[in-house]
Structures are given as structure tokens and as C-alpha cells.
């Protein structure tokens, strides 16, 4: 995830006298007897890079068509800078909609597909020109304003589709799934440029998205949907490290989750969690310990679970054979068994060429980590 510049911080949401620039406030959207969102609440500020995250049929894109216009709240109020956008129609909301299909005109320019929408709203005919320079420039597209969409590339495309949906200078930018049409690699490229964009124009965008990478990439807060709820509204970072229940961290990133019971005798922040009968507990740290006795999954991320064929000394150890190697190049993941039908997954760095490794399928391993290392959830 791309880290926030150490002279720039921003973070609105923890400041309580900055005003929202929207807010949903406890609003519900029904389709017949289906609830897409349930008694929502939430709240998005001014150039913020805000992320819908979650899967197919979540209610990500039915906040989005609210926000755009295209469906109506069934309960509660949508404001936007403070005006309940409810009785405004689509095409006089200060929002654009960018959307997956781009929806340029085939048989128009670079240029004209951006000059489109202004030559259609009030703008002085005589600062439409400067006006699309300014989006070609912005969007590198300068060389390419007098081709067609069919003669440049898609990830070209995609920054036409941009332009022109910033040419009227919306207070929201809403942007559906915007680069799924593009390859692996071009997609990373272009969420560097979609920030770079957003951060000199100062443009709030709103991104629904189901890529968790994506989501983690280019925003400065997610909101992880679920069933027509939010799961969890934080920081990439908070969300990867902190995750407030079972549903979060296993749905961002990998994650090892282990359940088990709190023994009686933890004491301050330090929990120890049984999870097999003959096996050691596991030693953790939590701000709100649960009750002895209490039911909790502890979470671990991979690349936090140290591999040794020797045991080491740590907080937590556990032995296992590996089952199965995943080589990703960079990172090999280890899947470990230890114990019938529970297996904990652990990450390590390939520093070293293939041949000099020394962890192999069916070894006799440990892992190990800190008693800071995983989460303990009750969620």
C-alpha cells in the first residue's frame, strides 16, 4: 500500500471540527423485499481518496448510484456539502460518474470526447479550449488529443475517460471499478497516476472496487462492506493491522485464523488463548481483553510467522510438517500442518536462490512469532 508523505498529513475524520462533505445518515435502500443497505451511517470528507470495498452484491455500488443519483434512498438522507442531494436530479448534482466501460464516443477525438460535457454546460465557449488543455496536460494526454479511442491504448483510454469526467470540475468524483479493464501490470501503473491526479486536483474521488489491492493502493480510507453493512471504516494500515473482526481479516490480504478460548489468569492486556488440548496457548496482547472463558479467533498474518527447521526462542512456537510451497518469486509461503486439519501459513523472503534453500515439502518445521504479532478478535 502506498504510505502517506511524511510532510503531508492528512486525516480529517480524527479532526471534529472539519464538516463532512458527505454523509449518509442512517440510510436504507430496498428492492422489493431485498435490503441492498441497511440503516447505513457514514461519513466522507473533502479530497478525500475513499474506497467501497467488498464483494459481488455487498451494496458497494448501490452507495455509489445513490450518491450519483441513478436510485433513491428508501429511508434517510444523503448530504452533500451540507444540501440534501434527495430531490436533486443526476444532472444538476455538482458529481460526475466515471464508469468501468469508459463510455467514450467512438467516432469523436481525444479532445472532443473531453470538450463533450463542456460544450453542454454553461461554460464560456471561449474557455472551453484552455480548459481542455488543462485536462490533456493533467492526464499526459497532449500528444494524443487528435486521435481517436480506438488508436490509443486502454490505459489511455482510461485517462481520457478521467479527463473529461474532471473537465467540469465536479465537487465528487465517482469512479466504478475504473481500471478492471486493464492488465495486471498497466493497472498498477495507472493507480499511482489516479493519486498523483486526485491529490493536484484536490477532487474528492469515491472508488468501488472488489480489488483489495487496489483499494489499499490508492486510498486514504476503506470502508469493507458486507451484506448492505460496513464491516470496518479506517486506514489501509488500520484495517491490514487491526482488523475489528474475523470478516476483515480474512477478507484483506492472507491471514491464519485460530480459534480457541481465553484462559482464566490473563492479566492486563496480556491474553493467553487455548486452542488444543495438548498444545501450548497462544500468547497475545489486547487494548479490551475478552472474558475468560470467551470464544475468540486470533489472527496472524503470514508474513509475521517466522519458518526454522530448528526451535527457536519465541513467544509463540508451534511444530508442523509442510504440506505445501508457494514460490511467488519474491516471497515463498509455507503451508504448514500443525495439528490434524489446522494449518498456519508463513512467509519468507527469497534471499536466496532456489538451490541453496533449505526448507522442503514434507519437512519437520517450527513457527514461531511475538505476542504482538497477531489480533485477538471476537468478531
Not at 68 to 95: H, S, W, Y
Not at 120 to 135: A, H, L, N, T
Not at 206 to 230: F, P, W
Request: with cysteine; charged share 25%; proline share 7%.
Amino acid at each position: 500500500m502506498a504510505q502517506p508523505r511524511p510532510d503531508a498529513v492528512f486525516a480529517p475524520w480524527d479532526d471534529p471540527s472539519e464538516t463532512p462533505l458527505i454523509q449518509f445518515k442512517n440510510v436504507t435502500k430496498r428492492f422489493g423485499d431485498f435490503t441492498a443497505i441497511d440503516d447505513l451511517t457514514l461519513d466522507i470528507y473533502a479530497r478525500e481518496f475513499f474506497a467501497l470495498l467488498g464483494p459481488s452484491g455487498c451494496g458497494k455500488t448501490t452507495l455509489m448510484r445513490m450518491l450519483a443519483g441513478f436510485e433513491t434512498p428508501t429511508e434517510g438522507t444523503i448530504l452533500l456539502d451540507g444540501v440534501d442531494i434527495g430531490p436533486v436530479p443526476p444532472n444538476e448534482r455538482p458529481v460526475n460518474m466515471m464508469f468501468q466501460s469508459y463510455a467514450l464516443f467512438p467516432h469523436l477525438t481525444v479532445w472532443e470526447n473531453i470538450a463533450f460535457g463542456l460544450k453542454r454546460s454553461d461554460m464560456p465557449k471561449d474557455q472551453i479550449g484552455d480548459r481542455v488543455e488543462r485536462m490533456l496536460k493533467l492526464t499526459q494526454l497532449g500528444k494524443f488529443a487528435k486521435r481517436k479511442p480506438h488508436q490509443i491504448s486502454g490505459g489511455q483510454r482510461q485517462r481520457v475517460a478521467l479527463a473529461r469526467s474532471l473537465a467540469k470540475a465536479p465537487k465528487l468524483l465517482l469512479l466504478d471499478e475504473p481500471l478492471g479493464a486493464l492488465d495486471k501490470k498497466l493497472r498498477h501503473e495507472t493507480q499511482f497516476e489516479l493519486m498523483d491526479i486526485q491529490e493536484s486536483t484536490g477532487t474528492t474521488f469515491v472508488i468501488v472496487t472488489h480489488d483489495q489491492e487496489e483499494a489499499m493502493t490508492v486510498a486514504s480510507r476503506v470502508a469493507v462492506m458486507v451484506d448492505g453493512n460496513l464491516a470496518q471504516v479506517a486506514t489501509p494500515d488500520q484495517i491490514y493491522e487491526a482488523p475489528t473482526s474475523a470478516y476483515v481479516a480474512d477478507f484483506i490480504g492472507d491471514v491464519n485464523l485460530i480459534e480457541g478460548a481465553v484462559e482464566a489468569g490473563s492479566t492486563g492486556t496480556d491474553v493467553a488463548i487455548k486452542w488444543s488440548a495438548t498444545e501450548e496457548p497462544i500468547k497475545a496482547t489486547s487494548d479490551t481483553p475478552p472474558p475468560a472463558a470467551s470464544t475468540v479467533q486470533f489472527a496472524i498474518r503470514p508474513e509475521k510467522v517466522a519458518i526454522s527447521s530448528e526451535k527457536p526462542d519465541a513467544a509463540n512456537v508451534m511444530e508442523g510438517k509442510i504440506l505445501d510451497i508457494a514460490y511467488l518469486g519474491n516471497i515463498s509461503t509455507y503451508h504448514v500442518e500443525v495439528a490434524p486439519g489446522l494449518i498456519v501459513k508463513a512467509q519468507a523472503t527469497n534471499t536466496r536462490r532456489i538451490s541453496r534453500r533449505n526448507l522442503t515439502w514434507e519437512d519437520h518445521v517450527y513457527l514461531s512469532w511475538t505476542d504482538t504479532a497477531g489480533v485477538v478478535l471476537t468478531e
